[in-house]
């Protein structure tokens, strides 16, 4: 858990689930949900409530697109959205579905629209979810809204089709950056969906990479983790300060307390972040 009010990382409890790569994790209100991604014996489909008042976890109903890897994962309200990735044949999906934390159960929407991917990335603010680019390498851009089931292509992704990119939002504004397409990449841009427009802002302060992750809390971004052009796992992390709150500019803060690795997930809850999971390589 990193706690930016004094830039330190505790242990919490392990996750209790199988040690796995390429999960993904979301936050609903005040629990984290964490599952699916790819363990020794292949993919998996189990999901996991987080508490971080008892520090404990909770297991859930399945995911209800059965045993999946790198897909996209993010909240609106108090729903959890989980779609596209790989399924356990290796193939490329496009489903979307929908889970409610209240009865604990999964539903599913509108088809993503796009061409079927993994590892894409997104992110929600204002009451609409984002995916875009992929292992497609395309650069096509989707807003769903939950309150009609429906999806619209919204403005390309200006930084080029790539993968292994990461997503989050603060404030009314969402962010994608690093990633893959040949060489690792560093850029960073914030959409505005109140004016479909995408803006560059400033590079990501450490080096180039790809499978990192990231989140955001007390009004900053956070992004670390990954793996550069050698191959050798990340523990870096570093902290956004959007320019609506003062800069545009990376900070530095404490290394990531774990072994370093690259594909792990992240969520936020409250005023800290949680990280775990993830390969070392």
């Not at 992110?123 to 309150?147: C, V």
Request: hydrophobic share 30%; aromatic share 18%.
């Amino acid at each position: 858990r990193y706690d930016p009010n004094n830039n330190s990382w505790t242990q919490m409890a392990d996750f209790p689930g199988t040690a796995r790569g390429n999960a993904t994790a979301f936050s609903i209100e005040d629990k984290g949900y964490l599952g699916v991604g790819q363990d020794d014996n292949g993919f998996r489909k189990d999901f996991w409530q987080y508490d971080p008042v008892t520090n404990s976890w909770n297991q859930r109903s399945d995911f209800g697109g059965g045993e999946r890897c790198v897909v996209v994962g993010f909240s609106i309200g108090s729903k959890g959205y989980i779609g596209t990735g790989l399924d356990n044949n290796w193939n490329r999906k496009k489903d979307f579905w929908e889970y409610n934390a209240q009865n604990d159960s999964w539903i599913p929407k509108a088809n993503f629209p796009g061409a079927a991917r993994a590892y894409a990335a997104g992110f929600a603010t204002e009451g609409r979810g984002y995916i875009g680019n992929g292992d497609t390498y395309s650069n096509d851009f989707w807003e769903y809204n939950p309150e009609s089931n429906s999806w619209v292509q919204k403005a390309s992704y200006p930084g080029g089709g790539r993968t292994n990119m990461v997503g989050f939002s603060v404030g009314n504004d969402g962010y994608l950056g690093t990633g893959y397409n040949g060489p690792k990449y560093r850029d960073f841009w914030k959409y505005n969906p109140q004016i479909n427009t995408w803006e560059k802002v400033a590079d990501f302060g450490g080096e180039a990479r790809e499978w990192a992750i990231g989140f955001a809390v007390g009004g900053k971004g956070y992004l670390g983790l990954g793996i550069p052009d050698n191959y050798s796992s990340f523990n870096d992390f570093w902290e956004y300060t959007p320019e609506a709150v003062a800069t545009d500019s990376w900070t530095q803060v404490a290394d990531f307390s774990g072994i370093a690795r690259e594909v792990a997930v992240a969520f936020s809850l409250g005023e800290k972040g949680y990280v775990g999971t993830g390969m070392d390589g």
